[in-house]
């Protein structure tokens, strides 16, 4: 066994940037692979429903130009996760488009695996019917129409398909949705490293340098793994790691800071033990690894919410302001009235959703908002309108703009105008929107069977498909 | 009486996946922290008050090592959903701000 596995990790996601001294260096102490993941459900259900990547192309293109030719010089593996935010088909074939014009250009050789997330419909139902598919707390109500109505679905792979690909002879792996921390524990824990380590590393790695004391930029990280413990240290001589910073990473997006739930079981860091080496570096021991009863993959889906129309509206007069709410439901009240007018029968309230969020009073947290009464002296409206069709949701904001605009109060007689409109016109389309619809898990048979895989030879600009 | 925002160099709210929201409330100094933790203010019905949401919906942690207190709730509506009202769920904590810690 090695004594030690030197891990790169240069950005918390690909297309996010990090400092190419900073990678320079981390080159320099000879990492056994470089990881990376290239999405997460963060940005929201637009892109996984959509298709459409967060960040770039352009970004994506430095950052992974520059990993590929650092992983291509030092001969090492590079892995990429959740590709093109979402992690879909659509997503991977945008991030391996990117990937083949930096190899044509750079005059690269190497060999890739495509490893595919998104979710065959047919098989979801068939692991449904067997109730093979079960809830996490909390969830969507989930069954075949789901599925069915789904625009998309991705399972979230483990390590096992990326190891797969590596035995296979892939030199670099573009995965579709991937557990983030799965990129970066499978090799070392291949390699007989304790996994409570092994994921316990990965889980700080995978936010690249976000888990330093003093970060500017999104930058890198890297971590020394050995038998008994492991090491962390960001390149850039400017950022520092302290026992807590690090102990701090393992609260960030988690629900529950000390047990994170993986496909194959469950990092426990109760007993882990953060101890500063010097300034910069900490070294970390004691976390465990359970091994789950039952292998699961988690599953993101979104679909389609209708299409929506959005206009902004303030409001200045202090009458209208000490009656908001009443002054809203009237709103709505005409607004559902002129509806009917103008469509009759053909549409029923309960085919289109008409929000208005009210900036300085409960805009920013709903029903979580705890006080209850306004002290501003303006209030902006958002006014959104979602229905099955575009020309639905754009015909009912022109309602709603003449109606918000001259919508009467008892303190002034005569025509008012309610409403300051910024825009003109003053609605704009939004086209679809997009939700989550899944927060489930799987339990295959086999921790690949969702993960189908395609491997490649690039040599510069020639790209041929390899026999599986 | 100190309103927690004084004490903590960080209080922060972020999604926990897309069905969850997460608050860390972070200290510099172990004195701090002990003081926070031991006043007995900071603690799973004070979160759920804080929300108006029940507290066997709030999962409560004291994190030691990380001088921090953690708690997670259930998002209103999922992140990215019509109604809601905050993608990263990045601005939620402000109730939080105010708790009294003797």
């Known amino acids: 066994m090695m004594d030690e596995m030197r891990i790169l990790s240069p950005s918390s996601v690909c297309g996010s940037g990090f400092l190419e001294k900073s990678f320079e260096t981390a080159l320099s102490w000879q990492p056994h692979f470089i990881g990376c993941d290239g999405g997460s459900t963060d940005p929201g259900p637009s892109y996984l429903g959509s298709g459409k990547s967060v960040f770039p192309r352009q970004a994506v293109m430095r950052d992974l130009r520059l990993m590929l030719i650092g992983a291509r010089k030092l001969k090492i593996p590079l892995m990429i996760g959740s590709s093109g935010t979402a992690g879909g088909d659509v997503h991977l074939a945008w991030m391996f488009s990117i990937l083949k014009e930096i190899a044509a250009t750079e005059s690269l050789r190497f060999t890739v695996a495509l490893i595919h997330a998104e979710q065959d419909k047919k098989y979801l139902k068939r692991r449904l019917k067997q109730g093979r598919i079960t809830p996490l707390d909390p969830a969507p109500e989930f069954n075949a129409k789901v599925i069915d109505r789904s625009e998309r679905i991705v399972g979230m792979m483990s390590t096992e398909p990326f190891l797969r690909a590596l035995d296979a002879g892939a030199d670099v792996v573009l995965a579709g949705r991937a557990s983030d921390t799965a990129i970066f524990s499978g090799l070392p824990i291949q390699h007989g490293f304790d996994p409570g380590l092994a994921w316990h590393v990965a889980k700080i790695l995978e936010c690249g340098a976000a888990a330093v004391v003093n970060r500017k930029t999104p930058d890198c990280m890297m971590a020394f793994l050995r038998k008994d413990c492991f090491e962390v240290e960001a390149p850039d001589p400017t950022l520092r790691c302290t026992p807590q910073s690090i102990a701090s990473h393992s609260l960030y997006e988690n629900a529950d800071p000390f047990f994170l739930v993986e496909s194959s079981g469950t990092l426990d860091l109760t007993e882990s033990r953060y101890q500063a080496v010097n ?3 900490v070294r970390v021991a004691g976390s465990k690894f359970i091994p789950a009863k039952h292998y699961t993959v988690k599953l993101e889906g979104a679909e389609k919410a209708g299409y929506q129309s959005v206009m902004i509206g303030s409001i200045r007069d202090p009458f209208i302001i000490r009656q908001i709410d009443s002054w809203v439901s009237r709103l709505k009240e005409r607004i559902r009235i002129r509806i009917e007018m103008v469509y009759g029968k053909t549409l029923k309230h309960t085919d289109y959703v008409l929000n208005i969020r009210i900036y300085g ?4 947290m709903g029903p979580l ?17 979602t229905a099955a069709t575009q020309e639905i949701a754009s015909t009912i904001a022109g309602i709603m703009r003449h109606q918000g605009l001259h919508l009467p109060i008892p303190e002034w007689s005569g025509l008012i105008t309610a409403l300051a409109c910024p825009y003109n016109p003053a609605h704009f389309d939004r086209g679809a929107v997009y939700r989550f619809n899944v927060n489930h898990v799987v339990k295959p048979k086999d921790p690949c069977e969702m993960f189908p895989m395609d491997l490649f030879a690039v040599s510069g600009a020639r790209v041929r498909r390899i026999a599986k | 009486m100190t309103k927690l925002a004084e004490l903590a160099r960080l209080i922060r709210s972020k999604n926990a996946g897309p069905f969850q929201l997460t608050f860390d409330i972070m200290f510099e100094r172990p004195e701090i922290y002990d003081r926070v933790k031991k006043s007995g203010a900071v603690t799973r019905d004070i979160v759920a008050q804080s929300y108006n949401i029940l507290p066997k919906d709030v999962l409560f942690f004291y994190c030691d090592n990380a001088l921090a207190i953690k708690a997670s709730i259930p998002r209103p509506f999922s992140q990215g959903d019509l109604r809601d009202s905050d993608g990263h769920g990045g601005q939620q ?6 708790i009294e810690i003797p």
Request: glycine share 4%.
């Open chain 2, 93 to 98: 904590y402000a109730p939080l701000m105010d």
């Open chain 1, 369 to 385: 908002e705890p006080v209850k009464q306004t002290a501003a002296h303006e209030l902006c409206l958002l006014f959104e309108i």
């Open chain 1, 361 to 364: 009073k409960d805009g920013t």
């Open chain 1, 279 to 281: 300034e910069r570096r």
